[in-house]
Antibody
Framework: QVQLQESGPGLLRPSETLSLTCTVS????????WSWIRQPPGKRLEWIGY???????NDNPSLKSRVTMSLDTSKNQVSLNLTSVTAADTAVYYC?????????WGRGTLVTVSS | EIVMTQSPATLSVSPGERATLSCRASRSVSFTLAWYQHKPGQAPRLLMYGASSRATGIPARFSGSGSGTEFTLTISSLQSEDFAVYYCQQYNNWPWTFGQGTKVEIK
């Protein structure tokens, strides 16, 4: 059974860079696609992007190229960086396996952007 | 981007009753539609993909139908563990997008 756990700082100040890690157990990150999704308070889920095949990525144009994703095969982790955060980036951030449909999800981690 | 609209926002149902959830796409997504269940504090769970294929381990009381712009998730006889928020999601056009959710609550 694949398990995913997101981790990272819960509080950021505006203009900082959000860095999150997703630790995967029960599967090799080499063998699948990995996605990041977020849900701001009171709003719908938003697909941030996905990564696969050693580092090929695709991110949501709405995030205006602020997104970087990477794979650490030695730790079986997937990472997300989001630069120049604002209050609008406050959300629960999820990592999940799959592209198209998402087979397994983490429980999410709340990130708050506030001065 | 394709906008997904779910209705109703909240559905009040008694245990054992049938629940019908709707999802509409702003333009055709063919059969590229998934459904998820989300309970507070838990990871979201994939229910359906390809509009009507049940994911691994999903009980037969869950069924999906539709194509193009109109989709339905039916829960034939609600169990206590089925009270949750349900989301639809299209994966026909990038960026893939989600509906705003339907909360199924106990009547």
């Amino acid at each position: 059974q694949v398990q995913l756990q997101e981790s990272g700082p819960g509080l950021l100040r505006p203009s900082e860079t959000l860095s999150l890690t997703c630790t995967v157990s029960g599967a090799s990150i080499r063998s699948s696609f990995w996605s990041w999704i977020r849900q701001p308070p009171g709003k719908r889920l938003e697909w941030i992007g996905y990564i696969y095949d050693g580092g090929t990525t695709n991110d949501n144009p709405s995030l205006k190229s602020r997104v970087t994703m990477s794979l650490d095969t030695s730790k079986n982790q997937v990472s997300l960086n989001l630069t120049s955060v604002t209050a609008a980036d406050t959300a629960v951030y999820y990592c999940a396996s799959g592209v198209g449909w998402l087979t397994d999800w983490g429980r999410g981690t709340l990130v708050t952007v506030s001065s | 981007e394709i906008v997904m609209t779910q209705s109703p926002a909240t559905l009040s149902v008694s245990p054992g009753e049938r629940a019908t959830l709707s999802c509409r796409a702003s333009r055709s997504v063919s059969f590229t539609l998934a459904w998820y269940q989300h309970k507070p504090g838990q990871a979201p769970r994939l229910l359906m993909y390809g509009a009507s294929s049940r994911a691994t381990g999903i009980p037969a009381r869950f069924s999906g139908s539709g194509s193009g712009t109109e989709f339905t998730l039916t829960i034939s006889s609600l169990q206590s563990e089925d009270f949750a928020v349900y989301y639809c999601q299209q994966y026909n056009n990038w960026p893939w997008t989600f509906g705003q959710g339907t909360k199924v609550e106990i009547k």
